[in-house]
């Protein structure tokens, strides 16, 4: 069925556009391609398939309710449409006007993108996940209804689409089947940013019509801006918590630990993804630890009101523009606050381009403080002979993903791999990497929407090409004697690899575990005790 998915199906009165067929699926690498070692994709329930729309393929992102009447059905086209006008103006899309507009009107069609899309791979080469096939949709749509003329020639040129509130709602689910990766617009030989329009797509279906994952607004953005961090940790939580983390980094360490809180004029305010603190408290640890050790001035903030000062989450950046602006300016103004020099960004990929990249289009003035990476930084500390390393305490094998945001779309490649090329003797690149890197297919606000069973989908095709390239980097060393090390430096792609790791089974199988770069920076510190990594599945 799915290499028969044409562009117009999306459109058609059928039970479901498209299937995935888990035993069809690209093998992954011994044991993984065992039957016995591949976990059930377990189907939607009756329930929700009664209660919501759920007729693109075998999951739901969005729980999205069907519609009860014709004038529910006519009203969502009509919110679409008057949408999709606003998303082609000046006023209404300040961040992307550009850039969509020329995404919409060229494609050679040539299908370079589909061949670099990890989705579009690992379903088995479904049509329905091309990177094309949600643009080609919207660019029937857009010739058909707001070019002049469009109704003949677009038909014409881009093919027939018919656009009716299946259209519209299976759109909006297909919006969130990819992971906004940007792959694809890298290699498009004529710059066509498919990613840019599966983000728009989110972006009209949230500021125009309310329709959002409700993991990345409700308990996102939202109840970020209402306690200040979406993990829902109000201030004396959060510094509760820390108390807590550095008495435990200093127990592990030996050394005394204490991490300033709301220090006014330091140098640095340094934001985590809130994540981290809650999950993975070694690694605010970690980072405390350098800081202390290179004598830097930082501090942290528990501003979580006027200002957002602990958790540079911004799920805005992945569907509302309206969103982002608002937490990023709340980000800046807890370094304004505090009167700090610059804003460091913890090991978060989508904080560092939400408040770099975008958030340059809204932080003006004095909102407009110097924003850096931690990668940059910590390299810094590590080539500065500020703090002794000795690497043979971290002689195992250990390989780097690149998250999406931090590298193809920064630019920041090199510094964190000279650190593991310093820091780790049996360090070891996936294949491809930097700029060319594959997303751990939980990007885009992914990793944390396991509704219904979008995980099982998330764990099967999403993440499938970077357990696929996880596995191959240790190749030869899978046995669970070696025990290894995939360093991810973001909170988002660290969450998808643990899933990854548990669903799959990887470390009773493989002694795979995973982690951050300070972590393994703190665990080869001469001055620390040994053993700061804990081999151990958490
Ligand atoms: S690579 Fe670019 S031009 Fe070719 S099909 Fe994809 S978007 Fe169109
Ligand atoms: S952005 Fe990534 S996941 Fe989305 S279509 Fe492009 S390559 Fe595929």
Same mark, same amino acid.
């Given at each position: 069925m799915a290499d028969k998915v044409k562009v117009n199906d999306i459109s058609k009165e059928c039970d479901q556009v498209s299937h995935v067929e888990p035993a069809d699926l690209p093998p992954l690498p011994d044991p993984y391609n065992r039957p016995d070692n591949v976990p059930d994709w377990k189907p939607l329930t009756d329930k929700a398939r009664e209660s919501y729309v759920s007729d693109l393929d075998d999951t739901i992102a969005l729980s999205l309710p069907k519609p009860k009447t014709? +004038? +529910? +059905?006519?009203?969502?086209?009509?919110?679409?449409?008057?949408?999709? +006008?606003?998303?082609?103006?000046?006023?209404?899309?300040?961040?992307?006007? =550009?850039p969509l507009t020329l995404s919409m009107e060229n494609c050679a069609k040539c299908q370079t993108c589909s061949d670099a899309c990890h989705v579009y791979e690992m379903s088995g080469n479904?049509?329905?996940?091309?990177?094309?096939?949600?643009?080609?949709?919207?660019?029937?749509?857009?010739?058909?209804y707001l070019k002049p003329g469009g109704k003949f020639f677009g038909r014409w040129r881009h093919g027939p689409i018919d656009l009716n509130w299946k259209t519209v709602l299976r759109l909006a689910e297909l919006a969130y089947r990819c992971n906004i990766c940007r792959r694809c617009a890298m290699t498009c030989p004529i710059g066509v940013d498919n990613a840019l329009i599966a983000h728009d797509l989110r972006k009209l279906f949230s500021q125009e019509m309310g329709i959002y994952a409700k993991e990345l607004h409700d308990n996102g953005s939202v109840l970020q801006l209402k306690v200040g961090s979406s993990t829902g940790m109000n201030p004396e939580v959060v510094k509760d918590n820390v108390e807590f983390i550095d008495e435990d980094t200093s127990e592990m360490t030996g050394l005394e630990i204490k991490t300033p809180f709301d220090k006014k004029g330091a140098d640095i305010l340094l934001i985590h993804n809130a994540g981290e603190i809650m999950a993975w408290p070694e690694n605010h640890g970690a980072f405390a630890t350098i800081f202390q050790a290179a004598g830097l001035s930082w501090t942290l903030s528990s501003e979580s009101m006027d200002a957002l000062g602990?958790?540079?989450?911004?799920?805005?950046?992945?569907?509302?523009?309206?969103?982002?602006?608002?937490?990023?300016?709340?980000?800046a103004k807890a370094a304004a606050n505090l009167g700090v020099k610059k804003i460091v960004l913890g090991e978060c990929g989508h904080a560092h381009k939400a408040l770099t990249v975008i958030a340059d289009r809204v932080l003006t003035g004095s909102l407009n403080i110097p924003r850096e990476s931690s990668m940059t930084l910590l390299h810094d500390i590590v080539f500065s002979g500020k703090i002794k390393l000795d690497k043979s305490r971290n002689d195992f094998p250990v390989t780097l993903h690149d998250p999406c945001n931090l590298v193809r779309a920064m630019g920041v490649v090199m510094p964190q791999r000279r650190i593991l090329k310093h820091i780790a003797p049996q360090f070891r690149e996936m294949t491809p990497h930097g700029v060319e890197n594959y997303c751990c297919g939980g990007g885009s606000g992914f990793a944390i929407m396991s509704g219904h069973n979008f995980e099982d989908w998330r764990m099967h095709v999403s993440g499938r090409k970077k357990m696929d390239q996880i596995l191959k980097a240790f190749e030869g060393q899978l046995d669970p004697s070696i025990d290894k090390y995939v360093?991810?430096?973001?909170?988002?792609?660290?969450? =998808?690899?643990?899933?990854?790791i548990k669903y799959w089974d990887m470390w009773e199988k493989s002694h795979i575990n995973y982690g951050g770069l300070v972590e393994l920076i703190v665990n080869c510190m001469v001055d620390a005790k040994p053993g700061f990594i804990q081999w151990e599945m958490h």
């Open positions: 014709k +004038e +529910e +059905e006519d009203e969502l086209v009509r919110k679409f449409l008057s949408g999709l +006008e606003k998303l082609f103006t000046k006023e209404n899309n300040w961040t992307f006007l =550009q479904n049509p329905l996940y091309r990177p094309t096939y949600r643009s080609d949709v919207l660019r029937r749509v857009y010739f058909k602990y958790d540079n989450i911004n799920y805005g950046l992945f569907y509302d523009d309206v969103m982002l602006a608002k937490v990023a300016i709340k980000h360093c991810a430096p973001c909170s988002n792609c660290k969450g =998808q690899i643990r899933d990854l």
